[in-house]
T-cell receptor, first 115, second 111 residues
Framework: NAGVTQTPKFRILKIGQSMTLQCTQDMNHNYMYWYRQDPGMGLKLIYYSVGAGITDKGEVPNGYNVSRSTTEDFPLRLELAAPSQTSVYFC??????????????FGPGTRLTVL | QKEVEQNSGPLSVPEGAIASLNCTYSDRGSQSFFWYRQYSGKSPELIMSIYSNGDKEDGRFTAQLNKASQYVSLLIRDSQPSDSATYLCAVNPEYGNKLVFGAGTILRVKS
């Protein structure tokens, strides 16, 4: 099992450019999440999905879009990049938060800089 | 008001000492609580989860939960330099299917 994989690892964007951050998990997890982490800060939830075809906004969704067409994939789209979106982005997955002893598994992260 | 509060630190302890990390949360109906460890430049990894009042021990780690005081803590016994990291407290709110994270506490274990 590869777990949760993310691409790319690093990216520099110019203001106004668009990009898609890829996230794939091979654990057959229902739940998937996108977080951003700014320096010295905790994780802020951007979007999450409870299954294929179902997505919902988190705490900081503005400027981002997601889709969930398969159980495995949960891409995050930035349409018009802004310097405020400079951050480290983590994708995570879990079977279900309602299950005892469950945990969220995190990908390695994508470090994005917008100049 | 922040939903999950942690002292940002850094908390410095000598090698072999007990490190005590604290977290308070605002949602009284919260049901499950997690401690994640995050090394610099790496992704978070789960080290403890706790659901019931009291203590839960796993090796050198003990999680303590007091729902009446809305307080969860993590004790690390016999601290090692390899324990130096940021520790994130995460809480599952009563009606949520997602976690709310604190900002994290930086722990430094000095040899």
């Amino acid at each position: 099992n590869a777990g949760v994989t993310q691409t790319p690892k690093f990216r520099i964007l110019k203001i106004g450019q668009s990009m898609t951050l890829q996230c794939t998990q091979d654990m057959n997890h229902n739940y998937m999440y996108w977080y951003r982490q700014d320096p010295g800060m905790g994780l802020k939830l951007i979007y999450y999905s409870v299954g294929a075809g179902i997505t919902d906004k988190g705490e900081v969704p503005n400027g981002y879009n997601v889709s969930r067409s398969t159980t495995e994939d949960f891409p995050l789209r930035l349409e018009l990049a802004a310097p405020s979106q400079t951050s480290v982005y983590f994708c995570a997955s879990s079977y279900s938060l309602l299950e005892l002893n469950n945990e969220q598994f995190f990908g390695p992260g994508t470090r994005l800089t917008v100049l | 008001q922040k939903e999950v509060e942690q002292n940002s630190g850094p908390l410095s302890v000598p090698e072999g000492a007990i490190a005590s990390l604290n977290c308070t949360y605002s949602d009284r109906g919260s049901q499950s609580f997690f401690w994640y460890r995050q090394y610099s430049g790496k992704s978070p990894e789960l080290i403890m989860s706790i659901y019931s009042n009291g203590d839960k021990e796993d090796g050198r780690f003990t999680a303590q939960l007091n729902k009446a005081s809305q307080y969860v803590s993590l004790l690390i016994r016999d601290s090692q330099p390899s324990d130096s990291a940021t520790y994130l407290c995460a809480v599952n709110p009563e009606y949520g299917n997602k976690l709310v994270f604190g900002a994290g506490t930086i722990l430094r274990v000095k040899s």
